[in-house]
């Protein structure tokens, strides 16, 4: 059903051969058919071309997510060439970052974005002046022109770096085509879906929008940005743009139960619901199933540099876990478990490896493999990634989380991970969201907040259940009540904004 592409750009223009009037694209500034899209791609593709921009070359697009940001995308990897889609809320200073980690030929904007883009252009050290193509307009970045001659392009997503330096996470095209294959065939995506997209598309969710609707011959529908602070609006546009497949993060999902009423009005086309980024709460999980009990849900984990490896279709009963699970390793990856010692272990870091995973980091303009030699279960190394994530698998087969590497603090001598203790609080009656941060005061003493947000709950109600869940060592220094916790661009829980609303553990 889905098509042997070896290019990300294969799937469009297949999808336009096959499907040529179906619509591939909506969006506010703008509806296509398969055709018209494919055309779109076409003439900016070319007009890249005329203006110099080469196979291999490295170009940001610098454009706001619409029907033009697509194009754009589409266009460039037609091309040959590295697309790196970008935030244009960013500050300047940060995109100039961006660029120059990733060692960027060019930057693509639209009109609409065309000064904010000069000051990146000019943060970078280039030119403000843009010269027009195809309807955007293009900067010519620092560099000497056909450096990166010879790469086979493909796609680069930013992460944050504890460095302050963005990191460009290098996918190629085997990587996401592997992917939105699979996620097109695990949901049995087809000609007749609507994929209502969320996701910025400098997020990794966002390949499955592109990528799968495109194998498929769905319509994309892509979602104003403005009205994701409306979460009744949001439910209503489900319903009226008749989405049937859509992937989202936990918390907006959240939000449509909390306040887009979308249990006594349910979008009336959906047939499949796909979450991942952050854990879903355990409590506003099940009311999610319960409300759609013949809705098949679906859980996918992994991040930017493997994008999803494992996977599970949830259900009611699969909750009754002590720990969340993440699913079982998807078709073609393999994921172990792995202990100090560098080989596989009942309780360690979990490892990826696969057609999945990531081709490396650009650091200054060069892709730096990130990936290490491990020993899996079968006794044979393998070159895997370490998510950072401390886990385990069950006997089923299923991964479990424990917390992250980056999440374990040391307080008054006790190795304490927050995950731990996250879990517990979410595990609480009357408990609807809840995270758990750390703060270090002016003596540098470790602290642990949690902040919840409450469905009946008490302070004194949180404070003794977790009395009787967790260990003295465990328990918070503080629980902070909040009508909502912040998120980021990306809709997860900004746990950085968290951890500073307590600068001296006060």
């Given at each position: 059903?889905?098509?042997?592409?070896?290019?990300?750009?294969q799937?469009?223009?297949?999808?336009a051969?096959?499907y040529?009037?179906?619509?591939?694209?909506?969006?506010e500034?703008g509806?296509f058919?398969?055709?018209?899209?494919?055309?779109?791609?076409?003439?900016?593709c070319?007009?890249?071309?005329?203006?110099?921009?080469?196979?291999?070359?490295?170009?940001?697009?610098?454009?706001?997510?619409?029907?033009?940001?697509?194009?754009?995308?589409?266009a460039?990897?037609?091309?040959?060439?590295?697309?790196?889609?970008?935030?244009?809320?960013?500050?300047?200073?940060?995109?100039?970052?961006?660029?120059?980690?990733?060692?960027?030929?060019?930057?693509l904007?639209?009109?609409?974005?065309r000064?904010?883009?000069?000051?990146?252009?000019a943060?970078?050290?280039?030119?403000?002046?843009?010269?027009?193509?195809?309807?955007?307009?293009?900067?010519?970045l620092?560099?000497?022109?056909?450096?990166?001659?010879?790469?086979?392009?493909?796609?680069?997503?930013?992460?944050?770096?504890?460095?302050?330096?963005?990191?460009?996470?290098r996918?190629?095209?085997?990587?996401?085509?592997?992917?939105?294959?699979?996620?097109?065939?695990?949901?049995?995506?087809?000609c007749?879906?609507?994929v209502?997209?969320?996701?910025?598309?400098?997020?990794?969710?966002?390949?499955?929008?592109?990528?799968?609707?495109?194998?498929a011959?769905?319509?994309?529908?892509?979602?104003?940005?403005?009205?994701?602070?409306?979460?009744?609006?949001v439910a209503?546009?489900?319903?009226g743009?008749r989405?049937?497949?859509?992937?989202?993060?936990?918390t907006?999902?959240?939000?449509?139960l909390?306040k887009?009423g979308?249990?006594a009005s349910?979008?009336?086309?959906?047939?499949?619901?796909l979450?991942?980024?952050?854990?879903?709460?355990?409590?506003?999980?099940?009311?999610?199933?319960?409300?759609?009990?013949?809705l098949?849900?679906?859980?996918?984990?992994?991040?930017?540099e493997t994008?999803?490896?494992?996977?599970?279709?949830?259900?009611?009963?699969?909750?009754d876990?002590?720990?969340p699970?993440?699913?079982?390793a998807?078709?073609?990856?393999?994921?172990?478990?792995?202990?100090?010692?560098?080989?596989?272990?009942?309780e360690?870091?979990?490892?990826?490896?696969?057609?999945?995973?990531?081709?490396?980091?650009?650091?200054?303009?060069?892709?730096?493999?990130a990936?290490?030699l491990?020993?899996?279960?079968?006794?044979?190394?393998r070159?895997?990634?370490?998510?950072?994530d401390?886990?385990?698998?069950?006997?089923?087969?299923?991964?479990?989380?424990?917390?992250?590497?980056?999440?374990?603090?040391?307080r008054r001598?006790?190795?304490?991970?927050l995950?731990?203790?996250?879990s517990a609080?979410?595990?609480?009656?009357g408990?609807?969201?809840?995270?758990?941060?750390?703060?270090?005061?002016?003596?540098?003493?470790?602290?642990?907040?949690?902040?919840v947000?409450?469905a009946?709950?008490?302070?004194?109600?949180?404070?003794?259940?977790?009395?009787e869940?967790?260990?003295?060592?465990?328990?918070?220094?503080?629980?902070e009540?909040?009508?909502?916790?912040?998120?980021?661009?990306n809709?997860?829980?900004?746990?950085r904004?968290?951890?500073?609303?307590?600068?001296?553990?006060?």
């Amino acid at each position: 059903m889905y098509k042997d592409c070896s290019r990300l750009d294969q799937a469009l223009a297949w999808a336009a051969q096959r499907y040529p009037q179906r619509p591939a694209l909506q969006a506010e500034d703008g509806s296509f058919s398969y055709q018209e899209l494919d055309q779109a791609v076409d003439g900016l593709c070319e007009a890249l071309r005329r203006d110099g921009v080469a196979a291999g070359d490295r170009v940001g697009v610098y454009i706001a997510k619409s029907a033009a940001a697509v194009v754009a995308i589409h266009a460039v990897l037609r091309l040959g060439a590295l697309v790196a889609p970008m935030d244009v809320r960013e500050p300047a200073e940060r995109g100039a970052r961006m660029l120059a980690n990733a060692d960027m030929d060019y930057l693509l904007a639209a009109p609409s974005s065309r000064a904010a883009a000069g000051q990146v252009a000019a943060a970078r050290g280039a030119s403000e002046e843009a010269r027009a193509v195809g309807g955007l307009w293009l900067f010519g970045l620092p560099g000497q022109p056909g450096r990166h001659a010879g790469d086979e392009g493909g796609y680069v997503l930013f992460t944050s770096g504890s460095t302050g330096w963005p990191k460009g996470v290098r996918l190629s095209h085997g990587n996401v085509l592997h992917f939105a294959v699979w996620a097109a065939r695990e949901v049995g995506l087809g000609c007749e879906d609507r994929v209502g997209s969320q996701a910025a598309l400098t997020f990794d969710l966002s390949t499955f929008d592109l990528f799968s609707s495109a194998l498929a011959g769905a319509c994309l529908c892509l979602l104003p940005d403005y009205l994701k602070s409306f979460p009744r609006d949001v439910a209503a546009w489900l319903d009226g743009q008749r989405v049937s497949v859509f992937y989202a993060v936990p918390t907006l999902y959240q939000m449509l139960l909390l306040k887009g009423g979308i249990e006594a009005s349910p979008p009336r086309a959906l047939r499949a619901a796909l979450y991942a980024g952050e854990p879903f709460p355990p409590q506003m999980l099940k009311r999610f199933l319960q409300a759609f009990p013949d809705l098949p849900v679906y859980n996918l984990y992994g991040p930017t540099e493997t994008n999803v490896c494992t996977a599970e279709r949830v259900s009611l009963a699969g909750l009754d876990t002590p720990l969340p699970s993440i699913g079982w390793a998807i078709d073609g990856v393999e994921v172990e478990v792995i202990g100090e010692d560098g080989g596989a272990a009942a309780e360690g870091e979990i490892f990826v490896a696969g057609p999945t995973v990531f081709a490396g980091y650009l650091v200054d303009g060069v892709c730096r493999d990130a990936r290490r030699l491990v020993r899996f279960r079968d006794g044979e190394e393998r070159l895997a990634y370490g998510t950072g994530d401390i886990g385990y698998q069950a006997e089923d087969g299923r991964f479990h989380l424990q917390g992250r590497r980056d999440h374990q603090v040391k307080r008054r001598g006790h190795r304490i991970d927050l995950l731990d203790i996250e879990s517990a609080v979410l595990a609480l009656p009357g408990v609807e969201n809840a995270a758990v941060v750390a703060s270090h005061g002016a003596d540098q003493e470790c602290e642990i907040w949690a902040h919840v947000v409450s469905a009946g709950a008490s302070l004194d109600d949180i404070a003794r259940g977790l009395r009787e869940a967790l260990p003295q060592r465990m328990q918070p220094d503080g629980v902070e009540m909040a009508a909502k916790l912040p998120v980021t661009a990306n809709g997860k829980i900004d746990r950085r904004a968290l951890s500073a609303l307590h600068p001296n553990g006060e």
